[in-house]
């Protein structure tokens, strides 16, 4: 974590975002809910499986520099995402143990820090920063700013800058100045607090630089309203359509015939199939299937009435990832 320190004080540059990048991990969905209804999504836009045993999230606290770090743990296979959940899920959780909301618990792949005392990662507020980074401390992505100027008064983040909001205080006119994106007692206006947040499809590749100068919500993040949890599990990234070199990915996987007529094709390959998924051309998942280690000439017939070009992914048992545009007529 000295690494993650030096960073903290030493790099405070450009934002590196590099269009089309699609090299590693990223966080893809931010849910800060109510109660303890918070979740972390992260997505691997490669054409390979990743080891998440390399890689931590770590979590800076009101503006601070303190890292609080969890290790993850598993297998992320390619365009696929893992949810990481708050750990509290006794039904009869009361205050701070109150228990996660069922259909947030139903999205998650793993729950992680059910004591603060122990691990205090996963107990992110809206004024938190959020990092993914390898255990070596080299930071993969960044939610937020690390440090300065966010103070445990704020709020938040939003997407307004340098405007005087008046509101009513207690039944007093008050005037606020939005200064550096930063909400202080306008918490409806924050972005990062009480909200769920989504990752641009543009979105290729994480921040690796603390944001220069500001964190501006609206730049990489959508926003839905708090406690949405519809969208956890599944990420749409112009990785998973562009870039792909249908060539390269795995070359003992063939898909045919191209075009696709009444929705069959076929797959032969020599290795063991463990899924088929078809994506539209803009990324959403419009249809997958389980193929229970099926192996050679694989017959599948689609489910609705495809017409168009679509992408089919093959997942094979080994890891390896075949992905083939076909036009459906």
Do not use: C
């Given at each position: 974590m000295k690494k993650s320190l030096l960073f903290i004080f030493a790099i405070f540059f450009t934002v590196a975002m590099v269009a089309q990048e699609c090299s590693d991990l990223f966080i893809s969905e931010y849910v800060e809910g109510s109660g303890n209804n918070k979740a972390i999504e992260i997505y691997n836009p490669t054409n390979e499986p990743i080891d998440m045993g390399n890689y931590q999230l770590v979590r800076y606290s009101n503006g601070g520099t303190v890292p609080y770090a969890v290790g993850l743990a598993g297998i992320i296979q390619s365009k696929t995402t893992y949810v990481v959940v708050l750990d509290k899920r006794d039904p009869n959780g009361t205050g701070y143990e109150q228990p996660v909301d069922s259909a947030l618990q139903m999205k998650a792949d793993t729950f992680l820090c059910p004591v603060y005392e122990v691990n205090r990662m996963m107990y992110f507020n809206g004024n938190d920063a959020v990092t993914l980074e390898k255990t070596d401390g080299t930071i993969v992505d960044i939610f937020g700013k690390v440090g300065p100027p966010m103070t445990k008064d704020d709020n938040g983040w939003g997407n307004l800058n340098d405007t005087t909001i008046t509101y009513n205080s207690g039944g007093v006119p008050t005037e606020y100045t939005i200064q550096n994106y930063i909400v202080g007692p306008l918490f409806w206006l924050s972005w990062t607090k009480d909200n769920t947040l989504i990752r641009k499809p543009g979105v290729?590749?994480?921040?690796?630089?603390?944001?220069?100068?500001?964190?501006?919500?609206?730049?990489?993040?959508?926003?839905?309203?708090?406690?949405?949890?519809d969208s956890l599990g599944f990420h749409h990234c112009d990785c998973?359509?562009?870039?792909?070199?249908?060539?390269?990915?795995?070359?003992?996987?063939?898909?045919?015939?191209?075009?696709?007529?009444?929705?069959?094709?076929?797959?032969?390959?020599?290795?063991?199939?463990?899924?088929?998924?078809?994506?539209?051309?803009?990324?959403?998942?419009?249809?997958t299937k389980e193929m229970d280690g099926r192996l050679e000439n694989i017959q599948f017939r689609t489910t609705g009435n495809l017409s168009g070009l679509y992408l089919v992914k093959v997942q094979l048992s080994s890891g390896k990832v075949g992905t083939k545009k076909l036009l459906f007529k």
């Open positions: 290729s590749a994480g921040v690796k630089s603390n944001p220069d100068p500001y964190f501006v919500v609206d730049m990489q993040w959508d926003s839905l309203p708090k406690n949405t949890f998973t359509t562009f870039g792909i070199n249908e060539n390269n990915v795995s070359s003992n996987i063939h898909v045919y015939p191209n075009p696709v007529i009444n929705g069959k094709f076929f797959i032969e390959t020599d290795e063991v199939v463990e899924s088929i998924e078809i994506f539209d051309i803009t990324g959403r998942l419009v249809e």
